[in-house]
């Protein structure tokens, strides 16, 4: 039982440096290799839920015990949160490398890409599941230089320059945070998560503390995306091959960005008003800038990126109430019930946006463009990407009964009755806004008169992309039973205890 | 205390070095100066008054060696820069043959 | 790429082997002395290195030896993953155990498996960085011709 945390790491860095070795002499390996493990790891975290979940599986790697209550090994925790987040990885990586079968065969240098794909997800978990700063660090660096490499899969002029983009503002980013747990180092002389959580509560360094901060909000905000820190992000996102796009938009910037800023700013700092006032109104700031400028754009891969920022906007904004609330030392149920809504949205994004990606993928796929202007009339064609993309597009739009509305209702009532009534008209005018360019994108790709010029490249879609992207829009339906009582005390209500409960993580892993 | 400010100096030149050239090579040995200007400040945090290295040696009897977990740090973060300037630098070259130029002015076809 | 002068082939041609052995000293007192593993490795992956510069790229097979360079690097990999899995069938059911019997301080064979894993992330880190090197020299072939 103690050894479930290090199998999400260790099975998806085995299948990356297995791939280029036997793959060389078996033909077709590195597919099956790698559906096998994103299956696996799936089916597992469904049945972790399943059995019930009533405190950490801590593993201590190495098997050093604490000294004198001081830890010193490197933990890895599975809690609630994590848990969570490892269900999203495991459901998007499952279905982008069952679509990427089909898709991936026009390129020449399939082995690697699977590798690269093994490696990204390893270091996603590896992030998730940390215990200690440092690891945060090193898991972080290995999933992001994984997905740099997988933005210039095509070598194109685009993509070079989009992932030449990404990677210097990435760096700086990463570097960033190596100053700030420098600088974490030095006033706590530790890096186990809950022992830094113990020394900052008994003591008080103000200053370099507040500059701290501010440096890994900088840091991670830029993983996240939000604004002002949001201009590598269309550039990446829409010239990355389709599934690399649905995997870095759906869940590459939760699993980085947003986590590691829950985690931090949660359950290790102490809450301050400063700290919750700058991250509400960066989230309201992303939620309105992003959708704006999605309005006026020609490239449809490039919509849906600037799209992810409104939307990651809306998580934020939903987490930032959450702490205003907190610090004010206001109604806990109206705080739990904005970040259950914030991380609602986190998991209704992933396989929202990972299927708009996946649709747009199969467009290129099939006609080999990515403008408005040539696009057009390809529903009768395109059956069921015409389908899948009105359910999901009406699902982000906060149309009921698709995932979308739920997640954004919570959100709005909770922002209503904690008297933020600007972020509440801010939130509902930005979902008309979603709405309008959405059935902009439905209609100019699916449904307009004027036939799309030109001959489309192959006959029919590979059956693997179209089952993708079925399960994905059933998804979208099933996942609006989240809101059923019986079914949140299972999976959102775990995550959303660790994180009111802001004292018990340090608890937990000291005391056992 | 003036050690680490220059430390952090140190930083910032190497971000003006990031923010302000043309050329594709400049910045990434811009990136270069950020990245050690990390790594000196790591390596820094670590020492006290009138320590010794921290390896065991007959002949000293209670010396007080200096935190040697900085250094571990200082280490692996090495190891993840070698690896992040050799990415930059593979895409640089890849740049030049397909655009014909280093100067990052004329790269620019994607806009919006 | 071309070779050097001659006074350059000659001076690599006895210094090359040294360099090799003072890598491997690093790598194998990784538990004694400063370095380990990954900078012995890189001490290593320098000699090689200096051959090719100074020899020019004519004298080497480049795409049979990039090929074998990272699947020894693959290969160096799995066995490290292997040695740390192994580490929950002898001694207690944990990942990452030190089990291997630890000798007295001070001495080269002690400290139970950590001078295994420092020759194996060795072998890692040269192979690693001269298949770097490798893919960089044969881009540059192919862009000249």
Known sequence: MEL???????????????????????????KILSVIITLFLLIYTIWFFAAGYDSPVITKVGGWEAVDGIPIAIYLVYDGLSAFLLLTVSLIAFLSTFY?????????????????????????????????????????????????????????????????????????????????IGLLYWQTQTLNLADISLVLRSGSHPTALMFTQALLIAGFGLKAAMIPFHAWLPDAHSSAPSPISAMLSGVLIKAIGIYALLRLFFNIFLMTYEVSLLITVLGALSMVAGGLLAIGQGDIKRLLAYSSISQIGYVITGIGIGMLIVVNGGNKTIAALSVAGGLFHLINHAVLKGLLFLNAGAVEYMTGVREFKLLGGLSKKMPVTATTSLGASLGISGIPPFNGFFSKLLIIIAAVRAEFYTLAALAVIMNFVTLGYFLRFQKEIFYSKEEFIGKLLYNKLPGTMKFSMITMVILCVLLSLLVIPCLRDIILNPAVEVLMNTGEYALNITGS | MTVYIMCFILFLVGLYGVLTRHNLIKIVIGFSVMEFSCFLFLALIGYIENGVAPIIKEGLENPVYVDPLPQAMVLTAIVIGLATTAMLLAIAIRIYKKYGTFDIRKVNELRG | MNGMTLIVKKVTQLMC??????????????????????????VVAG???????????????????????????????????????????????????????????????????????????????????????????????????
């Open chain 1, 4 to 30: 479930i945390p290090a199998l999400y790491v260790v099975l998806p860095l085995t299948g990356a440096f297995l791939i280029p070795v036997v793959g060389y002499f078996v033909k077709d390996f590195q």
């Open chain 1, 100 to 180: 990427a079968i089909g898709y991936i065969k026009r390129f020449t240098a399939e082995n690697n890409f699977y590798a690269l794909l093994c490696l990204m997800i390893a270091g996603m978990n590896g992030v998730v599941l940390s215990g200690d700063i440092f690891n945060i660090y090193v898991f972080l660096e290995i999933a992001v230089m994984a997905s740099y490499a997988l933005v210039a899969f095509g070598t194109e002029k685009r993509e070079l320059e989009a992932s030449f983009k990404y990677q210097v503002l990435g760096g700086i980013a990463s570097l960033l945070i190596l100053f700030a």
């Open chain 3, 17 to 42: 082997g040294l360099i090799f052995m003072y890598g491997l000293y690093i790598i194998t007192h990784g538990h004694l002395t400063p370095g380990g593993g990954f900078a012995g490795g890189a």
């Open chain 3, 47 to 145: 000699a090689f290195i200096l051959l090719i510069l100074a020899y020019g790229s004519e004298v080497v097979y480049l795409k049979k030896e990039e090929t074998q360079t990272s699947i020894i690097e693959s290969v160096s990999l799995l066995v490290i993953i292997i040695l740390a899995l192994a580490g929950l069938f002898f001694g207690t059911y944990v990942f990452f155990n030190n089990y291997l019997p630890q000798g007295e301080t001070g001495k080269l064979i002690s400290a139970g498996i950590i001078p295994v894993y420092n020759i194996f992330v060795g072998i890692e880190v040269a192979a690693a960085l001269l298949t770097i090197f490798l893919a960089l020299v044969i881009y540059k072939e192919e862009v000249k011709t």
